[in-house]
Nanobody, 121 residues
Framework: QVQLAESGGGLVQPGGSLRLSCAAS????????MSWYRQAPGTPRRLVAS???????NYADSVKGRFTISRDSANNAIYLQMNSLQPEDTAIYYCVADVSTTSLSPSTTFWGQGTQVTVSS
């Protein structure tokens, strides 16, 4: 019922920048927290950044000062501005949203299919 579509990944050199986008669609009453996770090959999926419906944000220590998460609630979208990218940032990045589909239902967590970010010279 709820779809999350990520975009903006690609190949960049160390020190470069990328901006990821995530748009939610489908049966949505309200979106609460939204987050970006990432997963490198052979490693667990880890939280990168999250943002609440009130625009409070949190970041993993490894990306603080380099990444910025933002939210456009009117369009059910979030973004991740990634600066000073390093090879260790290489991963598939996933958009995650906590969504209520009706005014009476609890929230449910939905995941996107991911977008590849590769940082390499």
């Amino acid at each position: 019922q709820v779809q999350l579509a990520e975009s903006g990944g690609g190949l960049v050199q160390p020190g470069g920048s990328l901006r990821l986008s995530c748009a939610a669609s489908g049966t949505i009453f309200r979106i609460y927290n939204m987050s970006w996770y990432r997963q490198a090959p052979g490693t667990p999926r880890r939280l990168v950044a999250s943002i609440s419906s009130g625009h409070w944000s949190n970041y993993a220590d490894s990306v603080k000062g380099r990444f910025t998460i933002s939210r456009d609630s009117a369009n059910n979208a979030i973004y991740l501005q990634m600066n000073s990218l390093q090879p260790e940032d290489t991963a598939i990045y996933y958009c995650v949203a906590d969504v209520s589909t009706t005014s009476l239902s609890p929230s449910t967590t939905f995941w996107g299919q991911g977008t590849q970010v590769t940082v390499s010279s």
